[in-house]
């Protein structure tokens, strides 16, 4: 009797597997067993994404692949879905950007150096540097009934002086996607306050990141037009 006791519990600290369905499960507590993935690789550009699919160096030519971009800086190669209703990721990119400081007031040396490092140049961006480099005086004034316009003193000669209008809107293009790609132009509301400082603030209601999403699409759909066993989500 003792011994088979010793037996019963032997047997329960045994840990047993079994095959349900084609499902492999541990007899302690049914678990399934995962499938063995591979560590995904981390890469920076999309131009590395094309290079790895086309060099066929993890995958059969004909095996389904699946791209997915998840945002406007990240992109994912994903396997179909597996055994198990999984999917195995392959390539993880993640783009490399410049640092930009939104929805908050900046000193003006460190706004300048953002808008020349981090957008591209254009008229509006033009402008804000011109206003930021030539304020005369710390005061930012309110103008006009409208609760929003402000004036500013800058310099705009060797020895005069003049008010200007703060620009409210500004049409702006900061890099926030991969290169590979065009960049969103997109709308943001320009504030001074009195130190001086200046801000950025987002107005186009996130509407950039999915042109940006788009963009990365169509950058792809193009480079792998070859591919039919490649399918792109955005």
């Known amino acids: 009797m003792i011994r ?6 032997v047997k329960l600290g045994k840990r047993e597997t079994v095959c349900v369905d084609g499902f492999k499960y541990t007899t302690d507590a049914l678990e399934i ?31 389904l692949l699946l791209i997915q971009v998840l945002t406007p800086r990240k992109v994912l190669l994903k396997s179909p879905l597996r055994k198990n209703r999984d999917r195995e990721i392959y390539i993880e990119c993640v783009a490399l950007l410049p640092e930009k400081r939104f929805d908050r007031p900046l000193d003006l040396d460190s706004f300048n150096i953002m808008l020349q490092s981090a957008f591209i140049k254009n008229n509006d961006r033009d402008t804000l540097l011109k206003i930021a480099g030539n ?13 929003v316009s402000q ?5 705009t000669g060797v020895a005069s002086v003049s008010e200007a209008i703060v620009p409210n809107r500004v049409k702006l293009i900061p890099y926030r996607t991969f290169q590979e790609v065009e960049q969103p132009e997109s709308e943001f509301i320009f504030r001074m306050s009195t130190g001086p400082a200046a801000g950025l603030y987002e107005a186009d209601g996130g509407a950039w990141k999915n042109q940006a999403m788009l963009n990365i699409k169509a950058y792809l759909q193009e480079e792998l037009k070859d591919f039919k066993n490649v399918n792109i989500i955005a």
């Open 33 to 63: 067993i995962k499938e063995p993935k591979a560590n995904e690789l981390e890469i920076t550009t999309l131009s590395g994404l094309v290079d790895y699919i086309k060099s066929g160096i993890d995958h059969k030519a004909d095996e």
């Open 151 to 155: 004036s500013v003193t800058i310099k």
């Open 135 to 147: 304020i005369q005086e710390s005061t930012v004034k309110n103008v006009g009934d409208d609760g």
């Open 4 to 9: 088979n006791a010793m037996e019963y519990l």
